[in-house]
């Protein structure tokens, strides 16, 4: 049963940049697809960013396109979301998470992952 332990979030200036790492133990984590979502203080979590289980393949939110860059690395069992040009609105607490079944592209769909970390705050000033 793989588990995930996001780390890297913290306070920053609009404009600035922060990574996120999601650490992966106690499963076959290369065999997952990966994502990372958000939610915002009185909001509904939302869908961030997915890489496949082998990486190929990455999507990410309108909202984060061109600023935002999910990436793995399966010898280490981690997952990344390295943010640039961070905004107050990018302000959430950030979770990893890993899909459902194996060999996975890397879903939108939050319903597709049932598996979770306990989150990282990312604030970011104006």
């Known amino acids: 049963q793989v588990q995930l332990v996001e780390s890297g979030g913290g306070l920053v200036q609009a404009g600035g940049s922060l990574r996120l790492s999601c650490a992966a133990s106690?499963?076959?984590?290369?065999?997952?697809?990966m994502a990372w979502f958000r939610q915002a203080p009185g909001e509904e979590r939302e869908f961030v960013a997915a890489?496949?289980?082998?990486?190929?393949?990455?999507y990410t939110a309108d909202s984060v396109k061109g600023r935002f860059t999910i990436s793995r690395d399966n010898a280490k069992n981690l997952v990344f979301l390295q943010m640039n040009n961070l905004k107050p609105e990018d302000t959430a607490v950030y979770y990893c998470?890993?899909?459902?079944?194996?060999?996975?592209?890397?879903?939108?769909?939050?319903?597709?992952?049932?598996?979770w970390g306990q989150g990282t705050q990312v604030t970011v000033s104006s």
């Open positions: 890489i496949s289980w082998n990486g190929g393949h990455t």
């Open positions: 106690g499963g076959t984590f290369s065999f997952y697809g």
């Open positions: 998470a890993a899909e459902r079944a194996y060999y996975g592209l890397g879903s939108q769909r939050e319903g597709s992952y049932d598996r």
